[in-house]
């Protein structure tokens, strides 16, 4: 039941309901909303519990539905700059978790990396973004929106997404076979 393709898509479903309604926590302000990075968690949980292919969908229509839906965040080039990051996140996510030690240092490993690269595939979609709008995109506004700015999202990521597949692993519920 656990591995089969309707569990897997309606566990997707929820991560991306949760992505969509997480945001609502920050009241919709794009500040706190940078700050603390909401959306980004139910996407890493998504590559970790559903594996690559759902992280990447959900991680790529989340921010994207969001704009469509509430108009936030802006869709250009906000929104899709994300939809690359977090499509990013939850492929990365995934694939690494299989591939790396289910320990709990493997988790962290799988973790950070996801992230790190994560966001240098957003720093590139928002380069273009920005450039095809005319705007400037420096390496510092990369450096104060990719890591300053989020720190404390970046925390909370690193203490609730592990916490959860830890314990997603000792209850038997993950992995999920491939």
């Known amino acids: 039941m656990k591995n089969s393709p309707v569990f897997r898509l309606s566990l997707a479903a929820l991560f991306l309901a949760l992505g969509l309604l997480l945001p609502f926590l920050t009241g919709n302000d794009r500040v706190l909303g940078a700050v603390l990075s909401l959306m980004h968690i139910p996407i890493l949980l998504c590559g970790f519990v559903c594996g690559s292919f759902y992280g990447l969908a959900v991680g790529f229509?989340?921010?994207l539905l969001r704009s469509l839906?509430?108009?936030?965040?802006p869709m250009m080039p906000v929104a899709l700059a994300m939809a690359f990051e977090l499509a990013?996140?939850?492929a990365l996510a995934g694939c690494l978790y299989r591939k790396l030690s289910k320990s709990p240092g493997g988790v962290y490993i799988a973790l950070v990396l996801s992230m790190l690269l994560g966001r240098m595939v957003w720093g590139v979609a928002s380069y273009l973004g920005f450039q095809a709008m005319?705007?400037?995109f420096t390496l510092q506004t990369f450096w104060t929106a990719a890591f300053i700015?989020?720190?404390?999202g970046i925390l909370l990521q690193l203490a609730l997404v592990p916490a959860i597949v830890i314990a997603?692993?000792?209850?038997?519920?993950?992995?999920?076979?491939?």
């Open 134 to 136: 005319g705007q400037p």
């Open 168 to 178: 997603l692993q000792r209850a038997r519920l993950l992995p999920l076979k491939d």
């Open 149 to 152: 700015t989020p720190w404390p």
């Open 69 to 73: 839906l509430i108009g936030a965040p």
């Open 61 to 63: 229509l989340t921010p």
């Open 88 to 90: 990013a996140y939850g």
